[in-house]
């Protein structure tokens, strides 16, 4: 995998840290990066559309307070989204033009006070993308050093090979839990293990705490046995199914509660057994395996 080590297995997401969420202060951020980096979180995932284009600011200014070094953490943001809230736009849209990449870059790098970002993602695909765009704006972007890595995000494998006869991709961020399966099947996974592509799922913990139906009730149903066996939590459980897929997914966990980033944490040593990881399966789709 093209430099995947340096980033924790779990990502802390940032998305309800400010007004979207908890509308968390400068010293109740900083004090939440210090808890993360104890525990071994050491990335941080970020978009500008966040906190309606103000999350990013307030990290930035957490992460000053917070005393730990740039060089600790890892940064991933996403550009590329217009909301109609934030800025004066009639209507939502994505814009991919390199001088607009190139400005979001340089408005997260200010915003976040640092020189430069790990990872740089493309928020979701337009289909008005044009992939020279795109590269000369990263190739811009890395050769000047503000990202290290370029990545997208919600892109189907076709969308990755379109920008890819331009310009290298590096990860892809995607919607993936136990009740949420569809890049085992529809190409993503396989995907990024045949180019290498590092995986990040959002959402790890699907709708499962969010919503009651037949498939929350199958899930519910076996994780009675499994929560002894494994001596693990419902969202523990959640994790290790994803964790054990080949793809070597990074999940995203949004939870601003500290004692749920240490048992985040914690979910990277269930090793389920193949037959459990199975069971799960068939628990959220409710047919056997075929």
Known sequence: MKNINKYSRIIAG?????SWGKELSTSEMAELINHCLDKGITA???????????????????LVESGVARTNVQLITKCGIQMTRGRD????????DADYIVWSAD???KELQTEYIDMFLLHRPSPLMQPEEVAKAIEKLKTSGKIKQFGVSNFSPSQIALIETQVGIEANQVAFSLTHTNPMYDGTFDDSIANERMAMAWSPLGSFFREESDQQ????ELFSSLKEKYNADESQLLLAFLLKHPAIVFPVVGTTQKERLQDA??????NL????????????QGTRVP
């Open 14 to 18: 940032t998305m309800t840290w400010g």
């Open 89 to 96: 736009n009639v209507v939502k849209h994505y814009q991919y």
């Open 265 to 270: 944490v914690n979910a990277i040593k269930i």
């Open 107 to 109: 408005r997260s790098l």
């Open 217 to 220: 009730a199958r899930i519910r």
């Open 44 to 62: 941080f995932d970020h978009a500008d559309i966040y906190g309606n284009y103000g999350n990013e600011t307030a990290f930035g200014k957490a």
């Open 273 to 284: 057994e193949l037959q459990d990881w199975f069971l799960l399966l068939e628990a959220s």
